[in-house]
Nanobody
Framework: QVQLAESGGGSVQAGGSLRLSCAAS????????MAWFRQAPGKEREGVVVFYRGGGSTYFADSVKGRFTISRDNAKNTVYLQMNSLKPEDTAMYYC????????????????????WGQGTQVTVSS
């Protein structure tokens, strides 16, 4: 089993920045892909970024390209989502996710394809 724990959410004004953390523990050697998803009230969960645990290609949703970046601290089994130039529409609960499967291109942003989830961390951006 893999456990994921997010932290770093909070409230910020539009144009501000936040950095979210996702610490992985347990059978992390099983993880092939990781992702950040978000879900706003009344909306479906949407993928924000997908990346390979060991490095390599990173895939961002169009809505966050140029504003969000990913970094890793492999010694701590932690990944970070740096969010800059935040907008009110970025307000959502943010979830870290992981899968032990290699996903097709079409499945990378499909929440159903991920079998490990954190509890989420709230991000609120005010105008």
């Amino acid at each position: 089993q893999v456990q994921l724990a997010e932290s770093g959410g909070g409230s910020v004004q539009a144009g501000g920045s936040l950095r979210l953390s996702c610490a992985a523990s347990g059978a992390t050697y099983n993880i092939k892909l990781m992702a950040w998803f978000r879900q706003a009230p009344g909306k479906e969960r949407e993928g924000v970024v997908v990346f390979y645990r060991g490095g390599g290609s990173t895939y961002f949703a169009d809505s966050v390209k140029g504003r969000f970046t990913i970094s890793r601290d492999n010694a701590k089994n932690t990944v970070y989502l740096q969010m800059n130039s935040l907008k009110p529409e970025d307000t959502a609960m943010y979830y870290c996710a992981a899968t032990s499967a290699f996903l097709t291109v079409g499945a990378r942003f499909d929440a159903m394809a991920y079998n490990y989830w954190g509890q989420g961390t709230q991000v609120t951006v005010s105008s």
